[in-house]
C-alpha cells in the first residue's frame, strides 16, 4: 500500500510549479506585450555591385581580370585553383594579346610566385600558362620584368622541396622556347643556381672546386636528374652561343670598307638600322670576361666528376669501346656543355685557364677514347663535338687524332652545323693528306645535297674555296657536276640557291677552272633555259 505521504511526493513532482510573490508585491505591467522594436544595420558586400563597369574581357562567372588574379594570393587551394582557371580562359579568349601587353607586370607579379606553391597542381597549372602570357610580349616589354622572373626561377631551382626543384626545370624550359633576351642576359646568374641541384659544394679549402651531390627521388635516379640539369644548362649556352655568333656574323658585315674612287662607281650607303629599344642594363658597365672564368671552374669539375662516376662502374678493357643509350646521352650533355663553354670565351685568358687547369682531365677521361659507340644516334654528335673541342684546345693534334676527326666527320649522325665546324678547321690543315681531304669534301657535298638554308651557303662557300686552293679528286667531282644542278633544278627551287650555283660557277671560271669550263659550255643551252624558267616562275 502507497501511504499518503508518498503520494503527495509523487503529486508535487508532476505539478507546475507556480512562482510565488511576496505579500504586497505585484507584477511587472507589459509582461506579456510583444515589442517591436528593431534594429537597423548596412551590410557591404565588396565587388558584388552591379554598377561596376566590366568593359574588359570576363569569364564565364563575370570575373575580370583583377577579380581572377586577387584569388592567386587566397588561402584556400580550392580558390586559387579556381583563379588559375579564370585566368587561363581569360588568356585563351579573342582578344588576349592586348590584355597582356596592358596588364603584363600585374599578371606576371601574380602568376610566377604560385610556381612555388607548395601543390603540385598549382604549380604546373602556374607553369603551363606562362607560354600563353609570354608569347604575345615582345622583348622589349619585357625587359624591365627581368629581375622578377630571374629572382623566381632562381628560388625554383635553389628551393629546398626537390618537387619544387624538379618544376624549375620545366619553368626554365619555358623560358628558353618564349624568352631567350631573358636567358642571354641571366645566364650568368641562373647558371650556378641551376648547377646547385647537382653539386655538394666542397668545404676545407681544397680548391678543386664542387663536387657532384646524390640525388636520388622516388621517381628518377641520381644519374638521370644529372642528364636533365646538364641538358638545360646546355641549351642555356646554345642560345648564348647563337647570338654571339649572329651578333659577330652582323656587326661584320656592317664593318666599314675602304674603297678606291673612280667615275661610275657604285657605292651601297651603309646600314642605319638600329634596334628600337635599348635596355638601361646596357648603358652599365659589364665585366662579362671575369663571370666566364668564374662558370667554368664552377662547371668544369662538376662535368667531370659526373662522368667519372657514372663510368666508375664500367670493366671493360677499353672503356671507350661501348656505351649504353643513357651514358651517350650524358656524353653529349658533358660533351655539349664544355664545347659552348668554349665558343664563348671571349679572350685567350680564359682559354688559357681551360688548358691549365682542365686540360689534362679533359684529354684523360673525354679525348682519349674517341670514338665512342653505342646504340642511339646521341653518340656519334657526341663525338663531333668532341672533335671540335679537341681541335680547339690543342695545340699540337697527333696523326692518330687527326685520322679519327676525320673519319668522324664523314659519319652519318651529325648535325649540320657541327659538320660544318669540323669541315672549315679540317680543310684548313696542310698535314691532310690526300684520302682524308676526299673524305671531308665529300662530306660536305652531302650536306649541299640533303640540307638547305645557311647550312648549304656555308657548304658551298668552303667547296668553292677548296676548289680553288686545293682543285683535286673529290673537289673536281662536285665542280664537274655544277652545270648539271644548274640544269637540274626543281620548279620550288628558291632564288637564292640558284644565284648561289651561278655565283659559285662564276667565281670558279674567274680562277681559269678549266674542268668547270668544259662541261659549262657543254650544257651552255639547258642551263640557260633553266635558269630563264626559274626567273618566269619567279616573276609569275
Request: overall charge positive.
Amino acid at each position: 500500500m502507497v501511504s499518503k505521504k508518498e503520494k503527495k511526493k509523487d503529486k508535487a513532482k508532476t505539478k507546475l510549479r507556480k512562482t510565488k510573490t511576496a505579500p504586497g508585491k505585484h507584477l511587472p505591467k507589459g509582461t506579456n506585450v510583444t515589442k517591436t522594436e528593431f534594429r537597423v544595420a548596412k551590410i557591404v558586400i565588396p565587388s558584388q555591385s552591379s554598377n561596376i563597369n566590366r568593359s574588359g574581357p570576363t569569364t564565364k562567372k563575370k570575373l575580370g581580370l583583377k577579380e581572377v588574379l586577387g584569388k592567386l594570393s587566397h588561402f584556400s587551394l580550392t580558390v586559387r585553383t579556381d583563379g588559375l582557371e579564370g585566368l587561363k580562359e581569360l588568356l585563351t579568349s579573342a582578344c588576349s594579346a592586348s590584355l597582356i601587353n596592358a596588364n603584363l607586370a600585374f599578371i606576371l607579379s601574380s602568376l610566377v610566385p604560385v610556381t612555388q606553391d607548395k601543390e603540385r597542381k598549382l604549380r604546373r597549372l602556374a607553369i603551363s600558362l606562362l607560354p600563353l602570357v609570354l608569347s604575345p610580349v615582345s622583348p622589349s616589354l619585357l625587359t624591365p620584368l627581368h629581375s622578377l622572373l630571374a629572382a623566381h626561377l632562381c628560388c625554383s631551382l635553389t628551393h629546398i622541396d626537390p618537387r619544387i626543384q624538379q618544376d624549375g626545370l620545366t619553368m626554365l624550359d619555358t623560358l628558353l622556347d618564349k624568352a631567350p633576351s631573358f636567358i642571354r642576359s641571366h645566364y650568368t646568374t641562373l647558371l650556378p643556381n641551376c648547377l646547385d641541384q647537382i653539386s655538394a659544394k666542397k668545404s676545407g679549402g681544397s680548391g678543386k672546386g664542387p663536387s657532384v651531390a646524390a640525388n636520388i627521388t622516388e621517381s628518377m635516379t641520381a644519374l638521370q636528374w644529372r642528364v636533365l640539369v646538364l641538358t638545360r644548362v646546355d641549351r642555356m649556352l646554345d642560345t648564348v652561343v647563337q647570338d654571339k655568333e649572329e651578333t659577330g656574323k652582323l656587326s661584320s658585315t656592317q664593318a666599314s670598307k675602304s674603297v678606291v674612287f673612280s667615275p661610275g662607281l657604285f657605292c651601297p650607303l651603309a646600314s642605319t638600322t638600329s634596334p628600337s629599344w635599348l635596355p638601361v642594363s646596357s648603358l652599365s658597365i659589364q665585366v662579362t670576361s671575369s663571370n666566364m672564368q668564374t662558370n667554368i671552374k664552377l662547371v668544369m669539375p662538376l662535368l667531370m666528376e659526373t662522368w667519372v662516376e657514372a663510368r666508375a662502374d664500367d670493366t671493360n678493357t677499353r672503356k671507350g669501346s661501348t656505351l649504353t643509350s643513357e651514358m651517350g646521352d650524358l656524353l653529349l650533355c658533358l660533351a655539349g656543355v664544355m664545347d659552348r663553354l668554349i665558343r664563348l670565351a671571349l679572350d685567350n685568358s680564359v682559354l688559357k685557364l681551360i688548358k691549365q687547369k682542365f686540360l689534362v682531365d679533359i684529354d684523360q677521361h673525354f679525348l682519349s677514347f674517341l670514338p665512342y659507340t653505342s646504340q642511339g644516334k646521341s653518340c656519334d654528335q657526341a663525338n663531333a663535338i668532341l672533335c671540335c673541342l679537341s681541335l680547339a684546345v690543342r695545340e699540337v693534334v697527333d696523326d692518330h687524332m687527326l685520322e679519327v676527326v676525320v673519319r668522324v666527320t664523314a659519319s652519318k649522325n651529325i648535325a649540320p652545323g657541327t659538320r660544318l665546324r669540323l669541315a672549315k678547321q679540317l680543310l684548313c690543315r696542310d698535314e691532310l693528306t690526300v684520302e682524308e681531304r676526299d673524305m671531308v669534301v665529300l662530306a660536305l657535298v652531302k650536306v649541299v645535297e640533303m640540307d638547305a638554308g645557311k647550312e648549304k651557303i656555308a657548304a658551298v662557300n668552303l667547296l668553292r674555296e677548296q676548289a680553288m686552293r686545293w682543285p683535286q679528286a673529290g673537289v673536281t667531282r662536285w665542280v664537274e657536276n655544277l652545270p648539271i644542278q644548274l640544269v637540274n633544278l626543281e620548279e620550288g627551287e628558291k632564288r637564292v640557291q640558284v644565284e648561289l650555283l651561278l655565283d659559285t660557277c662564276l667565281e670558279l671560271a674567274r680562277s681559269c677552272n678549266k674542268i668547270l669550263a668544259r662541261t659549262f659550255l657543254v650544257r651552255w643551252s639547258e642551263i640557260l633555259g633553266s635558269v630563264a624558267s626559274s626567273d618566269l616562275e619567279t616573276e609569275g
